[in-house]
Nanobody
Framework: QVQLVESGGGLVQAGGSLRLSCAAS????????MGWYRQAPGKRRELVAT???????NYADSVKVRFTISRDNAKNTVYLQMNSLKPEDTAVYYC?????????????WGQGTQVTVSS
């Protein structure tokens, strides 16, 4: 089992910045990739950014340049630095971990953290 705990959400004005953190615990040795997803009211959950165990990153077009995903392996933590925030970024942001254990694969999700960007 893997537990993911997000933090760092809050209310900011347009143009501001937030830094989200996701701390992983439990059976973390086999985490292959982690990422951030978000879900706005009335919208489906969408991928924001991912980072693999090899360090490769991927971003949604809507957040490229503005957002940066990073990791601290010593702390088993991933971050999402969000700059130049827009009201359209308002959503609940969820941390995700993809785990490979032998031939099995698992998906884990954090509880979500609210990000609200005011205009």
């Amino acid at each position: 089992q893997v537990q993911l705990v997000e933090s760092g959400g809050g209310l900011v004005q347009a143009g501001g910045s937030l830094r989200l953190s996701c701390a992983a615990s439990g059976s973390i040795s086999s985490i292959n990739a982690m990422g951030w997803y978000r879900q706005a009211p009335g919208k489906r959950r969408e991928l924001v950014a991912t980072i693999t165990s090899g360090g490769s990153t991927n971003y949604a077009d809507s957040v490229k340049v503005r957002f940066t995903i990073s990791r601290d392996n010593a702390k088993n933590t991933v971050y999402l630095q969000m700059n130049s925030l827009k009201p359209e970024d308002t959503a609940v942001y969820y941390c995700h971990a993809a785990v490979v254990s032998g031939i099995y694969g698992y998906d884990y999700w954090g509880q979500g953290t609210q990000v609200t960007v005011s205009s």
